[in-house]
């Protein structure tokens, strides 16, 4: 048993993985919807957004989620359950029955590193929101204004014996589910937690509707003025795309190796797009309006966005103590559900080369990324000084996976399944014969999705040593 309900599968045949099954089609928009919502929407749409000047950036986003994102998660599913392993033994695999090169395992090599990177610093903020459930439960925010929750969080990032705790806290309840099988927590946190999550944005955009600048809000998100966005900016979009829908590195392949071979792809992977950015929206329209009403604070504040404007939200509402902190408990659930799913290609990986327990590669898989997550921890305060390129260590963390690691593996993937593949894999398990469908899937992997990511990256290194 490991992931879910999966039920325990012995045998590696055709259509069942070693790893276990998701028990219906249910599950896995369940597990993917659990994957891709997390700190991608709450705490990360909203500080690049303001930090990119809104409207436009939300755009572009929009717009690489629908051409590029959905294909590439179509792809990346379908590629796992024809493989039915871990991405880099399915790549493996599918390059053999393909007659293909070798190197396109790199794929899979290049998720596992990019999967390290990004939980060594996710279980870090995640941390910031664990121990945000306790401080809003402590009361500390009632009638807080914007200096006061600033003045809160700044004590917060300076101080790294807490960060390093928080960060520990996470890390071990991540490493605690992977390590055990996920066996219900899964399930019950994705079926029943994330609607009462989007339940409280809701309930949040409504406050921020009352009390905030609503108006001025809606517009920074929804008005465009393309003279705010620089290739730099469309570069975070494009990568903040993949991130979101935990594309571009074997988190979705992974669990696409345990999709029942009669669910349709294309239904479930649009139904998990169209949640996650409902979700990321929301937070927007929740914490925009707070930050326009608020003085002192600014659309562009940073990672520490979303800790300094919701506070401010539960602090001056009844019952805010309570509902601030089932709020933090709630998105820490999201988080834990998105931190299982990064660990899952290294996983299966080390369990098939080596025939390793699971446990035994969770808990050495977590230490690492652990012993990397200091880095970051140290980022907000003792080294925050210590620069490369103008980057703090969880800057260059950042960058590194989101914004390179992400849409290479994305433009590969684009190219594999679309270029490379035996023709007759993708027709079989996308099942939508020849017609319309399958040609603008097609199209959009083919040619929209690499033509897409690769212009996008020239314009930006262009920029960037043009300047
Ligand atoms: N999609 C997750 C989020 O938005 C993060 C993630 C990225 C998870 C990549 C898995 C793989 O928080």
Redesign the pocket.
């Given at each position: 048993m490991t992931i879910g309900t999966l039920t325990k599968g012995t045998v590696v045949a055709d259509d069942v993985s070693r790893h276990g099954m998701w028990s219906s089609r249910l599950l896995f928009v369940l597990a993917a919807t659990g994957?891709?919502?997390?700190?991608?929407?709450i705490?990360?749409f909203p500080y690049i957004t303001g930090e990119n000047g809104g409207g436009a950036f939300v755009l572009v986003y929009l717009l690489c989620i629908a051409a590029i994102g959905i294909p590439v998660m179509m792809a990346e599913v379908m590629i796992g359950r024809a493989g039915r392993q871990s991405p880099i033994n399915t790549l493996r695999t599918l390059v053999r029955d393909s007659n293909a090169n070798r190197s396109w395992t790199i794929i899979g090599w290049m998720g596992v590193a990019?999967?390290f990177l990004?939980l060594s610093y996710?279980a870090v903020i995640a941390g910031w929101a664990v121990s945000y459930t306790f401080r809003l439960g402590s009361g500390v925010f009632d009638g807080a204004t914007g200096a006061h929750t600033s003045q809160i969080f700044d004590g917060f990032l300076g101080s790294p014996g807490s960060l390093l705790f928080w960060h520990t806290v996470f890390m071990a309840a991540t490493i605690f589910i992977v390590a055990r099988g996920v066996a219900r927590g899964l399930e019950v946190a994705v079926r029943y937690l994330m609607p009462i999550l989007l339940i409280l944005l809701l309930g949040l955009v409504g406050y921020a509707a009352i009390y905030g600048d609503f108006a001025r809000g809606f517009e920074f998100l929804f008005s465009f003025d393309f003279s705010k966005l620089s290739w730099g900016g469309t570069l975070t979009a494009m990568g903040h795309a993949?991130?979101?829908?935990?594309?571009?590195?074997g988190?979705?392949m992974a669990y696409g190796a345990y999709v029942p071979s009669k669910a349709s792809i294309s239904t479930t992977v649009f139904t998990i797009g169209a949640l996650?950015t409902a979700v990321a929206l929301a937070a927007g329209l929740a914490i925009f309006p707070i930050v326009f009403a608020v003085a002192g604070l600014e659309p562009g504040d940073g990672p520490g966005l979303m800790f300094v404007t919701l506070p401010i939200a539960f602090g001056n509402l009844p019952l805010g103590a309570a509902l601030g902190c089932v709020f933090f408990l709630l998105v820490s659930f999201?988080?834990i559900t998105?931190?299982i799913?990064?660990t899952e290609p290294v996983l299966t990986y080390l369990v098939e080369r080596y025939d390793a327990k699971r446990w035994i590669v969770a808990v050495v898989v977590g230490l690492f990324c652990w012993l990397l997550g200091i880095g970051t921890v140290l980022s907000f305060n003792e080294w925050s000084g210590a620069t490369l390129f103008g980057l703090t260590f969880f800057e260059v963390v950042d960058y590194l996976s989101?914004k390179i690691m992400?849409p290479l593996g994305g433009l590969l993937i684009a190219l594999f399944a679309g270029w490379v593949l035996a023709k007759r894999i993708v027709v079989e398990q996308l099942g939508f014969g020849e017609g319309t469908k399958w040609q603008l899937w097609n199209a959009a992997i083919c040619v929209i999705a690499p033509a897409g990511i690769l212009i996008v990256f020239a314009y930006s290194l262009y920029e960037t040593f043009a300047s």
């Open positions: 994957s891709a919502v997390g700190l991608g929407n705490w990360k990019a999967g990004i996710y993949f991130f979101t829908l935990s594309l571009g590195m988190a979705i996650d999201a988080a998105s931190a799913s990064l989101y992400l």
